[in-house]
């Protein structure tokens, strides 16, 4: 197992390209991300090389459409270089705009900075986003949903956002410490009967796991549906008593709750019993809790 398969998968590829991909510009887009104002027309004008030029217009708008710096072959942006050119130089030839060197691209990416007000996320800068994400944490440990916060958090601080793998490990280091964070609470308010309640879960009657027989949703309001229904209110109303004074104490959210009771569904009842005992009584307390509050809904809607 490589390093990238242990990583959350939290954006499709899509939505990764949609952040962090070369812009793919229409005419529309161009006419719109390439037009400059006054000050970033004397900023272009104080560039002497003509090549150089015609790359920090090109970064200034593939900057105003995604708030990132771009690494890029010339062959990727001709149609770009080409509306650029005919706009700004139509005296110059395509062939003569050479590729960047590297010094001459970070200080184009100064230039921008300033332009925009905009800031690279230096060491303080994560440490500061990641604070941010550990509180999101306790309001959702759903991966996309603190993914979000913290980009709308650097957009609101002007930050340009770090790569998508720095991301992915920043929300699953504060996505595990969270968790930690309850199961350590819940290991010290954990009670013998609790204990043995949710183990009971994970046990197997006649050939089928109880968890199995408890996710049960009702197919109808008939009278047979109905018992079983009240027969796994039963079964779960002592851990919702539990789980009503524990998570409440312990500050868990109901996006957490949710999300964590959704993991018990997800998993297979193995690979429950072969995670780490606390993260596995963790689940199954919160869906235990959720469920109970699904079957009070049918009970009265029914």
Do not use: W
């Amino acid at each position: 197992m490589n390093v990238n398969s242990r990583r959350l998968s939290i954006l499709t590829k899509s939505e990764i390209d949609d952040l962090y991909g070369l812009p793919r510009f229409s005419d529309d887009d161009r006419s719109l991300f390439f037009d400059l104002s006054a000050v970033e027309q004397k900023a272009v004008d104080a560039v002497y090389a003509r090549s150089s030029a015609v790359h920090l217009i090109l970064q200034i708008g593939y900057f105003k459409a995604k708030q990132q710096f771009f690494v890029y072959e010339r062959e990727s942006v001709l149609d770009d270089l080409h509306y650029i050119l005919q706009r700004y130089f139509p005296d110059q030839a395509l062939d003569k705009i050479k590729t960047l060197s590297k010094p001459t691209r970070l200080e184009q990416q100064q230039i921008i900075l300033q332009l925009f007000d905009y800031h690279l996320c230096d060491g303080e800068a994560k440490a500061a986003l990641e604070l941010k994400a550990q509180r999101v944490a306790m309001l959702s440990t759903q991966p996309i949903y603190i993914l979000r916060e913290t980009l709308q958090y650097l957009t609101n601080q002007r930050l340009i956002a770090p790569g998508y793998t720095y991301l992915q490990d920043m929300v699953s280091r504060v996505v595990t410490g969270e968790r930690r964070r309850i199961t350590g609470l819940l290991e010290k308010a954990m009670t013998p009967d609790v204990d043995k309640q949710l183990e009971a879960l994970l046990e197997s009657e006649e050939g089928m796991y109880r968890i199995s027989l408890l996710k049960h949703e009702p197919k109808d309001f008939s009278y047979r549906e109905l018992r079983q229904e009240v027969d796994r209110r039963k079964f779960f109303q002592p851990l919702y008593e539990f789980g009503q004074s524990f998570l409440g104490t312990a500050g868990l959210s109901n996006e957490s709750i949710k999300y964590y009771a959704s993991l018990v569904p997800f998993y297979s009842v193995y690979k429950l019993r072969r995670m780490a005992e606390p993260t596995t009584r963790l689940y199954l307390l919160c869906f235990a809790f959720h469920r109970f509050r699904q079957i009070n809904d049918n009970l009265i809607e029914a």
